[in-house]
């Protein structure tokens, strides 16, 4: 086991990081065997760090209170190592000797392949800061889970270490997260090095992560592709694209923020023709960011395509590569989480100001804020092997409410069932048809000329 000095830095580092889905602090008075619930969960579920010695952000003494000697930790890494139920592999452990302070014990646990339990027999999982104690069906689902091939760790023969060590994407990551590592034992600790024959090769999630161009590099297709679509019909002509789709390729935090910075640029004069009128179409730009980040970051990599994020004049489908991962289900996708890439999910996430800032909560964020925009909640589709999301130009209120408040803005502009289909985005002609009786039977609306042809009918307050 290591002991180092802190870096320069590291203690008001350590005493600014909040706990999440990756990391926790606790005391070094903590019980063994509760201590032992987190360890077991962190393993149970993407990884992450343990940090011992270090008092709650409520203590109003000196928060780092550390071991005084390593001996002193000897009864928590008994627990953890020896009686934990399988024992849990490719654990990092190291001492920080904050000299009058004490011994901080970090350490660092992989995502791993099998599950654990406590030395009672209990079985916990960690979701986003807290660990959740699991039974019964949900124990058998995460160990299907446990079993899925795991691509991102996947060694690439094509490059080697030396590779990267250079690498620009790679030496901004680490001046970001504050690494005072070499190039070479920051990937190591970050498990983006495969042992293959006693030789660590860089993996898939190293080449997506630090790669200039990971497309060129990995054998499988990586890239985003973003189209303009002049319509709104499923089946689209070639001569209906706005302009050639537009490839976008690099490593994927890029990718991530280019392909947001596309969509926003192309919907900037995007509208839809309501009756004689053009209306912008106003997505929430949080929605649009939380699916484009959950495309990216759990798609399955080890799938020949690209993403595919089509805009069309009344909607937007952003189609993710793979079926969704481990026990995730259409029914409790904003309930549960599980992370098909837990490494790039976490290196991802470790930077300041990250793209996916709640862990396991994107999309429901991006369904919140549909609602608050007044918009129907997004449409969530597993195919063949992919899974297709859609956000629609189509409102929350009732037929009627759209009817009303539409004839009270533009009293002078008759209004027709076409224009309520385009305004509400609904396509079926007899709700349409029901909600203008419901108003004529209540008194609010009448007809302009009842005599009209019925494709030519339309609709007026009643004076």
């Not at 780092?64 to 627990?79: P, Q, R, Y």
């Not at 409790?332 to 290196?347: A, G, H, T």
Request: hydrophobic content about 35%.
């Amino acid at each position: 086991m290591n002991t180092r000095n802190p870096y320069q830095d590291e203690e008001s580092k350590l005493l600014s990081l909040e706990e999440d889905h990756f990391n926790d602090m606790k005391s070094k008075r903590i019980a063994p065997n509760k201590l032992q619930e987190t360890f077991v969960a962190f393993a149970n579920a993407d990884g992450g760090d343990l940090w011992i010695g270090i008092e709650d952000i409520s203590n109003s003494g000196e928060r780092i209170d550390g071991f005084d000697t390593k001996e002193d930790a000897n009864d928590i890494l008994h627990i953890l190592l020896e009686e934990t139920n399988p024992s849990v592999e490719n654990i990092d452990i190291e001492f920080i000797d904050f000299k009058l302070k004490g011994q901080v014990l970090n350490i660092s646990i992989p995502k791993s392949p099998k599950v654990h339990y406590t030395a009672r027999g209990d079985c916990f999982l960690r979701i986003n800061a807290r660990k959740t104690k699991i039974r019964g069906e949900r124990v058998a689902q995460l160990g299907y889970a446990k079993g899925a091939f795991v691509y991102e760790k996947q060694p690439v023969d094509t490059v080697d270490v030396d590779d990267y060590t250079e690498s620009g994407h790679l030496i901004s990551y680490m001046n970001r997260v504050g690494s005072q590592l070499s190039t070479t034992s920051f990937l190591r600790k970050q498990r983006l090095l495969t042992k293959i024959d006693g030789e660590r090769i860089p993996n898939v999630a190293c080449v997506l992560m630090y790669d200039e161009e990971p497309q060129a590099t990995i054998d499988t297709r990586c890239a985003i592709k973003v189209y303009r679509l002049l319509t709104s019909e499923e089946e689209y002509r070639r001569e209906q694209l706005m302009e050639a789709p537009k490839t976008i390729n690099g490593p994927i935090e890029q990718q991530i923020l280019e392909s947001i910075s596309s969509v926003k640029e192309l919907l900037k004069d995007a509208s839809i023709t309501v009756g004689n009128k053009l209306e912008k179409l106003n997505y929430p730009e949080k929605t649009i960011h939380e699916i484009l980040v959950n495309a990216v970051i759990h798609r399955d990599y080890s799938l020949n395509d690209d993403i595919h994020i089509r805009i069309y004049d009344n909607r937007i489908e952003v189609i993710s590569p793979g079926k969704l991962p481990g026990y995730m289900t259409i029914e409790n996708i904003y309930e549960e989480r599980f992370s098909r890439n837990p490494n790039i999910v976490r290196l991802l996430h470790n930077l300041p100001n990250p793209v996916n800032h709640d862990i396991g909560e994107g999309l429901d964020t991006a369904r919140n804020e549909m609602k608050k925009a007044g918009l129907i909640d997004p449409i969530i589709e597993e195919k063949d092997n992919s899974v297709k999301i859609t956000i629609q130009h189509k409102r929350i209120s009732s037929l009627e409410d759209i009817i009303v408040t539409r004839l009270e803005l533009y009293p002078e502009t008759p209004i027709t069932n076409r224009i309520v289909r385009e305004l509400s985005g609904e396509d079926d002609v007899n709700k349409v048809k029901k909600a203008f009786q419901k108003l004529r039977q209540i008194g609010k609306i009448e007809p302009v000329d009842p005599n009209a042809n019925p494709f030519k009918f339309s609709y007026k307050l009643k004076e």
